[in-house]
């Protein structure tokens, strides 16, 4: 028989070794699985944002990409289907033609037929393609893929670097750089679904490179296609099956001699690459007559003689520099990176370089009415890489006193880019047009919003 302190002190001891093994279990939830939790977070944050006016989240260049969904299941005629709030171009029978490709639409297939079937249920008009069920269904579809890609990029930096750093690099990608805004506010543009379509490649190209084989060769075409497909000047990620660990030009003729000897292997990626564009070719042909078709028309790289890197990186109508600080540490990470020559630094600068030169070159530097310079956010997933390198360096070689300050500015630099996405919505945004270029009083003004009062 248990004597009464002995029970009281048995008692204790059990519950307190279980809160032991509760906290263990929760910590290990939260170290492996902090992405569903943080998705499953973002969820209403998202909701939250867009609800104000659902019919935002297709609109504009984000309706030339879902057009294609209700042109074919609900309209069922892609020659009558209406421009909508995308700016129109005609074909010589004076059709309607959509100037966006199909890709994004393909990722949004399944929500759209979820999304007719709950319009049902609701006892909404199905046909109505842009009745709020559409619109949050089509909303999800970004986030979720957005998170996909930051999967995929956690699963590639663990092969890399401890989970504590793979942790901070995938929050600092997410919350310090405009892919926080591009997940949450305007996830139906195509960045979210390249970000996770090079994370994807990134993923798949280290087992590539050490046993192709046509499958594999096969898959990886594919995931090249779906990407140019969508915009075709992300092609350059082609370079990362050149350059991809290369350090030297030992290296890279290596790499070249590699790849000539498996030629017949990897041209199973033109097939790959092939698949994705039937459907788009098939809608050129039908509206067209043509085959291949520039949709932009006169639209081009007006800039290619004199491009405008300065604006590009630093101009307060949208530069990069200035609404996500913290790709700079990106920067600093290539810089570290060429010098330790590790984690990929000479592919990620010629590949950051490169486009920056194209963005720069566009007629319309800026990219429209945008949060930040948005054409970089697929890009993210590539300079998260040198970005760990950086992390790794800071963890490691600083001291105590400097590790806690540079870690600080880290978590600031993500308190002001989502901070700063909020005010783009609440004050008056798209920050767009003549009165925004080198307007420095107009980005003051903004920051004069930052701190909360």
Known sequence: ??????????????????????????????????????FSLMIPVMLSRINVNPRSVIWSDAEGYYQYLP???????????????????????????????????????????????????????????????????????????????????????LRMVDPVIAFWVVMSVFLGTNLFHYATREMSVAHVFIFFLFALFLYLLPSFLIKPGRTNSFILGAVLGWIVLIRPTNCVVVLLLLM??????RALSDRIRFLLAHARTIAWM?????????????????????????????????????????????????????YSPLVLLMIVGVILGLVKKNFQAPVMLLIFSVMTYVFASWWAWWFGGAFGHRCYVEYYALLAIPLAGLYQYASTILKPPYR?????????????SVRLSYLYTSIGGPWDGPDWRWNWEKYTWVLSHLIPR
């Open 244 to 249: 991809y660990d290369v350090y030297s030009f």
């Open 404 to 416: 806690c300050a540079f870690f600080s500015l880290v978590i600031y630099l993500m308190i002001f």
């Open 71 to 157: 042109a074919l299941f609900i309209i069922r005629d892609v020659h009558k289907l209406p421009p909508g709030s995308v700016w129109p171009y005609y074909n010589d029978q004076g059709e309607y033609v959509d100037k966006y490709t199909c890709g994004v639409a393909i990722f949004e297939f399944p929500f759209f037929l979820a999304a007719y079937a709950l319009s049902v249920v609701n006892g909404l008009d199905p046909l109505d393609y842009f009745n709020p069920v559409y619109c949050r269904s089509i909303a999800i579809c970004g986030l979720l893929f957005a998170f996909l890609g930051l999967f995929l990029l956690r699963r590639l930096l």
């Open 270 to 322: 033109v097939p790959g690459a092939f698949l994705f564009f039937i459907p788009q070719m098939l809608y050129w042909k039908e509206m067209t007559g043509s085959w291949l078709y520039y949709s932009y028309t006169d639209e081009g790289f007006k800039y290619w003689n004199h491009p405008k890197i300065a604006a590009v990186l630093f101009d307060v109508q949208n530069g990069l520099f200035l």
């Open 1 to 38: 028989m248990l004597h009464r302190g002995t029970f009281l002190d048995y008692a204790v001891y059990s519950l307190w070794q279980a809160s032991r093994l509760a906290s263990r279990w929760i910590g290990k939830l939260i170290r492996e699985h902090y992405l569903v939790l943080l």
